[in-house]
């Protein structure tokens, strides 16, 4: 018999990224207990709001399967004594299994006899089993801090009010921080406070739903975006679609009404990133526009009761205009401040600590960026632009909302009449922030944003502040993935080698780690970046083979590469090369040094495949120069597929003559080693 288990932990209210942390690391502890307990389940539903974390284990089976095993344990000749007594290392062992000694059989192995023990283990029950399994269930459930109330040892996100656990209509008595699973809980905490009994997990989401919970994410989205649209749509405007604030907003109510709100009109003179980034970043309010994307002086705020809601509006109301006028005043105060005059004070912002100012580093991203620029680029610009992209840090605006860096810098410098583009610049070098994230749209922005990344990936590699896997405090990772997105699908190319070499020049004596141990370490990390990146658009085979002959410096070349053998891939000469070249790169590896001699050929085939490589040879190294890949792979297809199907099939390479051995793997290896500089096919 198979019944769903219900799990709930009923929490005092969690941080918005604790619930969704603590969901998935549920999930995850309660999927690896139940396997290793050999516990069948058909699927784990997670479930959750700001005062509760709940789980339904759907089909869980009634009990373990039995468990039959053949345990093998020492050589027959330690087991037992020349009287034929068991030893004290045969009775450990079956000491350890738990069992008797007669028990124990005689196995004949390919290594000789052994003992051994046929185990027949009756499996336990669910009932059994989970007690165990949910207490440490909810030990593995990880939060990004934790913390202890009262004399509880436990650590947990937040404190723990009570838990429940329900197997069809079965109460499993765990217990954890103190607490004994029960069969009851509580509705909103406004709305329906009164303790109930539940029923299971069929009737667990309309039990609470009946008492203002929807417990279900899905389900409370749906719910929220409604009212979202039928409350935008009595004011006579829209609300801007913002999935950060979504899924905040969902982690903060429990069952989500929307409230509107309203600021004086005067305040859409700021720059409008400013409004909403006020009522997003700070108040949690979605922001509003007419039909015509003009920014509307009203907002939606996403409450968990609609109980007073004119008293919460005005409260609102009241919390928002004083921001406003903070955020007015530190405008009013920063456009007295021309952007240039504050470049100098730069140099009072730590970077970071061994590395410099911010000063220093501007300093650093203007020469790179330079040097990045291509011929065409005005480099005046590119030196304007790079100075003025981080002077926007110094300014009050920026310094109260951090995350206005760069928009701020455009608003300032459009109303010092700098060049538009330039100004752009100081906002689009901070683009791409993410795997999705629109890319800088000039050259221009894309020298500087390079720059940027590459001096901070440089820096910090350089003192051996390398990403760990639980921590990346200077974001290595999304920075070096920054590098490759603009070079692979926007504007502007980069040497990676030179650059990385350029960078770590610039920064003097500053660095600790050797400019070869430093390209290196960053070489493999980006390696391993762009390994994640290209397997999104070919296989890893194909990826592998192009990384080997790539010789990391053009970033587009290894595109390059990687699309060429894509579409080689869909020709009919692909499989018989690849196999071909497979063969001959496991044969060559302990070729001698030196040229083939062509004296020392005896059969037709040698012959045949050392005249139609040497037909090709030039052609081939002018179209890898060239970065034709394609037509590369295709002059091989179609020049040496026959021939070297022809010299495997007819021709013996390991011969006994040494002479004659030696000079057919040196013409394997020399045209192994012009196919390898395009790619590795012997990885395919």
């Known amino acids: 018999m198979k019944r769903d288990l219900l799990v709930e932990l009923g929490v005092e209210e969690l941080p918005s990224s604790f619930l969704r942390e603590g969901l998935r690391s549920m999930r995850e502890a309660a999927e690896q207990l139940l396997r290793e307990a050999r516990l069948a389940y058909h699927a784990i539903e997670t479930l959750g709001t700001p005062r509760r974390m709940a789980m339904i284990i759907r089909g869980l089976a009634d009990r373990q399967p039995d468990r039959e095993e053949r345990v093998m344990g020492p050589a027959a000749?330690?087991?037992?004594?020349?009287?034929?007594?068991?030893?004290?290392?045969?009775?450990?062992?079956?000491?350890?299994?738990?069992?008797?000694?007669?028990?124990?059989?005689?196995?004949?192995?390919?290594?000789?006899?052994?003992?051994?023990?046929?185990?027949?283990?009756?499996?336990?029950?669910?009932e059994e089993l989970l007690p165990r399994i949910l207490e440490e269930t909810c030990k593995r459930i990880h939060f990004a801090k934790s913390m202890r109330w009262g004399d509880n040892p436990v650590a947990f996100g937040?404190?723990?009010h009570h838990l429940v656990a329900l197997l069809g209509d079965t109460l499993i008595p765990f217990e954890f921080a103190g607490l004994k699973a029960q069969r009851t809980t509580f509705g909103h905490r406004f709305l329906a406070p009164e303790r109930f009994e539940l029923r299971g997990a069929d009737a667990y989401r309309d039990q609470l739903r009946e008492r203002h919970v929807i417990v279900d994410t899905e389900e409370r989205r749906e719910r929220m975006k409604r009212g979202l649209d039928r409350v935008a749509k009595e004011i006579g405007g829209e609300w801007i679609v913002d999935d950060f604030l979504i899924e905040e907003c969902l982690s903060l109510v429990e069952y989500p009404f929307v409230i509107p709100g309203s600021f004086d009109p005067k305040y859409l003179e700021l720059p409008s990133e400013v409004v909403i980034s006020v009522m997003r970043d700070h108040q949690r309010y979605f922001a509003m526009r007419d039909p015509d994307g003009n920014l509307l002086p009203a907002y939606l705020n996403v409450v968990g009761t609609a109980n007073e809601p004119a008293l919460i509006q005005k409260g609102n109301d009241r919390v928002l205009r004083a921001r406003l006028e903070d955020a007015r005043f530190?405008?009013?105060?920063?456009?007295?401040?021309?952007?240039?005059?504050?470049v100098p004070r730069l140099d009072a912002i730590v970077f970071q600590n061994k590395l410099g100012s911010v000063g220093d580093k501007v300093r650093r991203i203007d020469a790179l960026a330079q040097w990045l620029a291509p011929d065409g680029l005005d480099k005046a610009r590119v030196s304007l632009a790079a100075t003025l992209a981080k002077a926007d840090l110094e300014t009050l605006i920026v310094g109260e909302f951090p995350e206005l860096e760069g928009a701020m810098g455009r608003y300032y410098a459009l109303s010092e009449g700098i060049d538009p583009e330039v100004a752009d610049t100081i906002l689009d070098h901070y683009h791409p922030r993410g795997a999705h994230d629109s890319l800088p749209a000039t050259e221009l922005a894309s020298a500087v944003a390079l720059a940027d990344r590459l001096d901070t990936l440089v820096g910090c590699f350089g003192i051996g502040l390398m990403p760990t896997g639980s921590a990346d405090p200077f974001a290595l990772r999304r920075a070096a993935l920054g590098v490759i997105r603009i070079a692979l699908e926007g504007q502007l190319d980069v040497d990676l080698r030179a650059a990385l070499d350029q960078a770590y020049a610039l920064y003097g004596d500053k660095l600790e780690l050797s400019v070869e141990e430093t390209r290196a370490k960053l070489l493999d990390f980006f390696i391993g970046r762009l390994r994640v990146f290209l397997r999104e658009r070919a296989p890893s085979e194909i990826v592998e083979a192009c990384?080997?002959?790539?010789?990391?410096?053009?970033?587009r070349d290894l595109l390059a590469r990687v699309e060429a053998l894509l579409a080689f891939r869909e020709t009919p000469a692909f499989e018989a090369l690849a196999v071909a070249f497979k063969r001959a790169n496991n044969i060559v590896k302990d070729a001698p040094e030196g040229a083939h001699d062509a004296?020392?050929?005896?059969?037709?085939?040698e012959r045949a495949l050392r005249e139609a490589f040497l037909g090709i040879e030039e052609e081939l190294k002018e179209r890898v120069?060239?970065?034709?890949?394609?037509?590369?792979?295709?002059?091989?297809?179609?020049?040496?597929?026959?021939?070297?199907?022809?010299?495997f099939n007819d021709v013996f390479v390991m011969v006994d003559d040494e002479q004659v051995r030696s000079n057919r793997l040196r013409l394997l290896r020399e045209i192994a080693d012009a196919v390898n500089r395009i790619a590795h096919l012997h990885l395919l």
């Open 599 to 605: 004296r020392l050929f005896q059969e037709p085939a």
């Open 547 to 555: 990384i080997g002959a790539w010789e990391k410096n053009s970033l």
């Open 625 to 647: 120069e060239a970065r034709d890949y394609s037509a590369a792979l295709q002059l091989l297809g179609d020049e040496l597929r026959g021939p070297i199907d022809a010299f």
């Open 158 to 160: 937040r404190p723990l």
């Open 330 to 342: 530190f405008v009013e105060e920063d456009r007295a401040i021309p952007l240039a005059d504050r």
């Open 77 to 126: 000749k330690i087991a037992f004594t020349p009287e034929g007594e068991l030893t004290r290392a045969a009775l450990g062992f079956i000491q350890k299994n738990k069992r008797a000694p007669e028990d124990v059989i005689r196995v004949e192995t390919e290594k000789g006899e052994y003992i051994a023990l046929d185990i027949h283990e009756p499996g336990k029950t669910a």
